[in-house]
């Protein structure tokens, strides 16, 4: 079973995609801001990370800085997923790393497909 771990500081969403998640047959862990979400990932080594970019302790970009710059989690594929405007942030969290952003409220069914997608895209690993 995959595991995803998702990372927003509302917690009514936090619940909602995680029984929408654990319906399409993920597990799921749970973290509502930065430094729990770097430690989560750490510690579970998830499959995918859904990420909010304003969370209270940093901001999203902080996390996807720690991961990329973590040999152990650099390869986990990371989904934005936040209310702040696409037009302004889209370019910058794929540049960071993200494989997709998505601006809330967003379609259940394209974040499913997203996720999917994500899941079963071939790792390409960079020669040392």
Do not use: W
Not at 43 to 66: M, R
């Amino acid at each position: 079973m995959k595991k995803i771990l998702i990372v927003d500081d509302d917690t009514d969403l936090l619940l909602a995609l995680r029984i929408r998640l654990q319906s399409g047959g993920y597990a799921t862990l749970l973290a509502s801001n930065a430094s729990t979400a770097i430690e989560k990932a750490q510690q579970e080594k998830p499959d995918l990370i859904l990420l909010d970019i304003g969370l209270p302790d940093q901001n999203g970009f902080v996390v996807l800085e720690s991961l990329k710059q973590d040999d152990d989690l650099a390869a986990i594929p990371v989904i934005v997923v936040s209310a702040r405007p696409s037009h302004v942030y889209k370019d910058a969290a794929l540049m960071a790393g993200a494989k997709a952003y998505f601006e809330k409220p967003f379609s259940n069914k394209e974040l499913l497909q997203a996720i999917q997608s994500a899941l079963t895209e071939p790792l390409h690993k960079v020669p040392c």
